[in-house]
């Protein structure tokens, strides 16, 4: 077989930035952004977007390779910079808003950020990051550009240097010609990690990840065409697990909103005809205990598609949930896999099930999105990496490989080596393969209870504690243990009006009927809230220092060295990996 | 920004062999294909294909870059030689079983053909093109492996040497090491145009570019998962519109048939519950013609999604097909843009109009698929290659750019040469862009009729012809004409009832009033069926041939004489392209 070149009429390097050029094209006239009385069309969006890229290329220098980071909630701007950002050849950083200021300042001087955009409302936060970054750093400060409200006062421009977004829109011209992407290996974004037990890892994706990811989960969704899609994800996580760039490619509307509270949502709901949304399950929380849910429940005559991940949703509000005329489809994923790795794709067989059965299938984590080549459930204690058998019981770490997993961690050789092995991205979390393929997660590896040699995964107990009907929110750590090395501890957040009757002898009474005698923690805590990071999960971390406060018979200062005494027999590296955060940022 | 480097983990060469892979491992209990009494599973098909693919690279040593062939109707062995040809490293040749033999030994020798599957009622056809083969041919004759009937007498293998498909999968190794793609670039099939007006021209697709036409197809149509697909489509023509390799990424199960009749079609949607399928317009000709389609009505609760293309749907057609339970998308492509180019994606907003707009808009060629960066229309006779305004009325040529363009034509540099131009690859097929970005087809640059100077689209003549209830079939193609150097001229088929009533002059006075006067055809000529080619396309060459024999007023033997005429005020490199085949091979 001859070569037969590439060439432009044939190859084109892979990038979500040409969903944003069709849109233009052949969805000009739909609406993309909607936000509060601001209505724009993709005609409109592709025009700002190229005003804004060229704005950022000739006014403000930014070239290629250049991080531009941003500080801001679902508003346009924050969906606008998703193509701008790279359609100036540059990468887009979008910061958790949830972060402190020292946080954010690390991140700003670790991307080494040429430019911070921040929403008119973040300005004290950025202001208070800028100012820690300047005690630390010699190098210019990233210059700072406010977006305003679309049609507000200008309040904090001339407070902070006189750059403001719209400004700079106005001022790029849409015909100036913008850098090619030739190089589809080009980073494209560039996302922290939520860091609860080590610094931020910035995890960089590529143009043909990025790509490549947002087809896939479309697919594996099943999003249609003219999606009307409601911004209760942040954009920051994973770039809105891809829909940023996925919402172009299908024409749909972006429904903005600043405020994920239940009256916002539900109204943006009812007023736009939301086909589609993305939440962790916790968002279903305060949806559902809302006075809005009633009005809700009774105007809602079609139904709205929930992808949800972060942890897997528990069947007593999977039912909730299809009652308040919502579908959900289950995904898991993380930063370092461009968002969703594995959906729980719906088999129709699976109707005729008990309504039990169902929940069950549907709580699991699910089949490989196309853009993955493999997902695998690995021994990776040992050097063989041999597959465990696929009966739902064997355990081990889930692996991907494919062009959704991410170039790499910005400048940490070391992170980035320990995560990849022979040519797997390692997860860090702990599961099992059905006979039918599907994976369900059981733990985080360095979440796993080791209890008289007995391993116990920590979603299990919490599983059972959650289908107690008093129990809000669950988590459970390992509390050292003179005779058995480690036990569980739960943590309990109960119902309000229950909160001062219920026991822990109560529960643990229910535990003891549900679960082997091995599992069933040693003590329960009662919190009025889990403590979480910013992403809004669980921290470990500070559970378990605080269980080794409760512990229970001798002290075992150091749970690595427990684990570690187990783990000897097979490999030491597998520690090093699970004391490693790999964070699981669906949600 | 740092090099992170590509590596096993977070790159993979993209190719379609990937969904396979997956489908064993995801949904490897499904059903993959039917076809009779045989039933196959996914773990089946991938097992098969292994064993398929081992025999072919450890005992017929087909080895990377080889060509194979095959000659077979839509059974399941067709499809599985999708992914065992190219896992063996080799690529996969389909020849249309419409051919005659010099045509199918033409293809044969051009390709270099190692091998050559034949289904067994094929062999008296193939047997002869290897006897037109050795007469021409110095090199030793592909080797010939007969497909059996899954159940059959094995009756021909004895005669023809010995190999036989269902033998060589049992000799195969499952377990085998076989080449892993690493460029996806490389070639996965070689797909020849039927060739009216010039040689075969062989298009050659990579792995890269099959991949992402399969992913943006299954978008674009919306196939959502688990889909029951028939094969009415030619797994010959572009790899079945790619969804050879669709039906895996999702899936699915394959129904396959031998023959397209109404009752084998009929049956089939009804034992096996279809719920795509895709054709050309004409076959719902004889699906709707037939006896059993008035069963098929009453039993009819559910809708077939049927994507059609080679020729836009007649209105008339699509009032029918709704009726039967039919749900049609139209498709607009070409070999050389690995199937689908265009799709004519529906926008809700077109609910609210009448039947009538429905049906116009329907007809419209749509939008690019999202393999596709680009899709234009643009004055190509010049040098500018300007794109003409988006109004609905300017003509210009279709051009394509993107991924899922072909990598060329084999052993062409000319013919490919030809076709890229500019960094796009022209279509040969004239169009015009509505406001909202949609593409309408208007014609065949060759087919185009210059009439006083007017440019004469004769498929707008052909429209009106369509929508005269007698009328089956219409074709128009240019008469010389001694005045206005050329005429259009009708040539129809009518239903058998009133073939022997019907009148020129009824004809030509609904021409009249349907048409402006220089458009109306100066003669119609009835005919019983009209001449088609391999692919059941119209053969215009043919019917300029005859209408020449008609000529009116003073004869003018070459019609690209008097095109050349009125073209040379623009540049006569354009007539050289309109001379040239680009098949729109979409049916």
Request: charged share 20%; with cysteine.
């Amino acid at each position: 077989m001859e070569a037969l070149p590439k060439n432009p009429a044939n190859f084109a390097a892979l990038t979500p930035l040409t969903f944003l050029h069709r849109a233009a094209t052949v969805y000009s006239t739909r609406t993309s952004i909607i936000y509060n009385h601001t209505h724009f069309t993709w005609q409109q969006t592709h025009t700002r977007c190229r005003r804004l890229a060229a704005a950022l290329h000739s006014l403000l220098h930014i070239s290629k390779n250049d991080v531009v980071s941003v500080l801001a909630p679902n508003i346009p701007a924050m969906y606008e910079m998703h193509f701008a950002v790279p359609m100036a050849g540059a990468i887009l950083n979008t910061i958790n808003t949830r972060l402190d200021a020292p946080n954010i300042a690390l991140i700003l001087h670790h991307s080494e950020a040429k430019l911070l955009f921040v929403d008119h409302q973040l300005v004290p936060l950025a202001s208070n990051a800028l100012r820690h970054l300047r005690e630390e750093k010699e190098e210019p400060l990233p210059i700072m550009v406010v977006i305003e409200e679309p049609a507000g006062a200008t309040t904090h421009k001339n407070a902070v240097g006189g750059l403001e977004y719209e400004e700079l829109i106005a001022a790029g011209d849409p015909t100036a010609e913008l850098p090619v992407i030739t190089d589809e290996w080009d980073a494209i974004s560039l996302n922290y990690t939520s860091g609860t037990t080590s610094a931020p890892k910035g995890v960089v994706y590529s143009h043909r990840g990025a790509y490549l990811s947002t087809l896939s989960l479309l697919l594996q969704w099943g999003m249609g065409t003219e999606p009307v899609y409601l911004w209760s994800l942040p954009m920051f996580h994973c770039n809105g697990w891809t829909f940023t760039w996925g919402i172009a490619a299908r024409g749909g509307t972006n429904v903005c909103i600043r405020s994920t509270s239940a009256e916002v949502m539900y109204k943006a709901i009812a007023d736009h005809g939301v086909t589609h949304m993305c939440c962790a399950p916790v968002v279903f929380n305060f949806l559902f205990d809302s006075r809005e849910a009633e009005d809700h429940k009774k105007k809602t005559n079609f139904v709205v598609e929930v992808l949800t991940g972060g942890s897997p949703p528990p069947a007593s509000l999977l039912e909730k949930v299809k009652k308040m005329g919502f579908h959900v489809t289950h995904a898991y994923g993380m930063t370092e896999a461009t968002g969703a790795a594995l959906v729980c794709e719906w088999q129709a067989e699976w109707n005729q099930l008990s309504a039990e059965q169902r929940t069950r299938l549907k709580a699991r984590q699910g089949i490989s999105v196309l853009s993955l080549t493999e997902v695998d459930v690995k021994e990776t204690s040992g050097l063989t990496m041999e597959s465990v058998p696929r009966d739902g019981k064997a355990v081990g770490e889930i692996v991907l490989r494919g062009s959704s997993v991410m170039k790499g961690y910005f400048k940490n050789e070391k992170a980035t080596a320990e995560v990849f092995r022979d040519g797997w991205f390692l997860t860090g979390d702990v599961g099992v393969v059905h006979p039918d393929g599907y994976v369900e997660i059981k733990d985080r590896i360095k979440d796993i209870i080791i209890s008289g040699g007995e391993n116990i995964c920590s979603v299990e107990v919490e599983k059972v504690l959650h289908s107690y009907y008093e129990v809000l929110e669950a988590a459970v750590v390992a509390m050292p243990h003179a005779r058995w090395g480690e036990t569980p501890c739960a943590f309990v957040a109960v119902k309000g009006e229950v909160a001062t009757k219920l026991t822990e002898d109560e529960i643990l009474a229910y535990c003891r009927s549900n679960m082997p005698r091995f599992m069933v923690p040693r003590k329960v805590v009662f919190l009025e809230e889990l403590p979480k990071n910013s992403a809004g999960k669980i921290e470990k971390k500070t559970l378990r220092e605080m269980a080794r406060e409760f512990k229970a018979g001798m002290v075992k200062s150091e749970r690595s060295s427990l684990q570690g005494a187990k783990m000897n027999k097979k490999e030491k590296t597998t520690m090093v990996h699970s004391e490693q955060f790999v964070e699981q940022v669906l949600g």
